[in-house]
T-cell receptor, first 111, second 107 residues
Framework: NAGVTQTPKFRVLKTGQSMTLLCAQD?????MYWYRQDPGMGLRLIHY???????AKGEVPDGYNVSRLKKQNFLLGLESAAPSQTSVYFC??????????FGSGTRLTVV | KNEVEQSPQNLTAQEGEFITINCSYS?????LHWLQQHPGGGIVSLFM???GKKKHGRLIATINIQEKHSSLHITASHPRDSAVYIC?????????FGTGTSLTVIP
């Protein structure tokens, strides 16, 4: 099925551990985004990519790294997780006509 | 200060009521989006607007660029419309999101 797939859906990390969140889309979209959603703060852009091999910082990039080695995959990495990174993470890709397709989210808890 | 403000934050309506959710923004934009997030967490893109009005089924979205304001209307509301509705604007390469309006439609 066409869409945006995020893995994993849930994860619990200990402070200092690292992990990578995977976002995959099969719609050949150029633009991809990683957001975090926290209560009372709405969605905030972490990093985005306008095409294969390119990435750029969003509003809250600190503590995260990203890579877009293949057009269909956008990876979000946490090198040393902190409790402040407990959040729900959403990946999205932008359709050529401008609308967005979102993944189902990854709920991350850092203890 | 948030670049995007939504009102109300919470809204409870009886089934069949006409619902309006408002969004005001303070930056210049190239497009405004309305998103719907269901209790399970999934987010669906409802509308993208740069001017005027769009309609999809019972949903209508309008935007007034001069006033920097958009509204999302739901006609003949139904319990399945219960969700969080999020307004988002694109300004250059930046995206700004409202904190959402939580809508509950009671049968």
């Amino acid at each position: 099925n066409a869409g945006v797939t995020q893995t994993p859906k849930f994860r619990v990390l200990k402070t200092g551990q690292s992990m990578t969140l995977l976002c995959a889309q099969d719609m050949n979209h150029e633009y991809m985004y990683w957001y975090r959603q926290d209560p009372g703060m709405g969605l905030r852009l972490i990093h985005y990519s306008v095409g294969e091999g390119t990435t750029a910082k969003g509003e809250v990039p600190d503590g995260y790294n990203v890579s877009r080695l293949k057009k269909q995959n956008f990876l979000l990495g946490l090198e040393s997780a902190a409790p402040s990174q407990t959040s729900v993470y959403f990946c999205a890709s932008r359709r050529p006509e401008g609308g967005y397709t979102f993944g189902s989210g990854t709920r991350l808890t850092v203890v | 200060k948030n670049e995007v403000e939504q009102s109300p934050q919470n809204l409870t309506a009886q089934e069949g009521e006409f619902i309006t959710i408002n969004c005001s923004y303070s930056v210049g934009i190239s497009a405004l989006h309305w998103l719907q997030q269901h209790p399970g967490g999934g987010i669906v893109s409802l509308f993208m607007l740069s001017s005027g009005k769009k309609k999809h089924g019972r949903l209508i979205a309008t935007i007034n660029i001069q006033e920097k304001h958009s509204s999302l209307h739901i006609t003949a509301s139904h319990p399945r419309d219960s969700a969080v509705y999020i307004c988002a604007v694109r300004s250059g390469n930046q995206f700004y999101f409202g904190t959402g309006t939580s809508l509950t439609v009671i049968p």
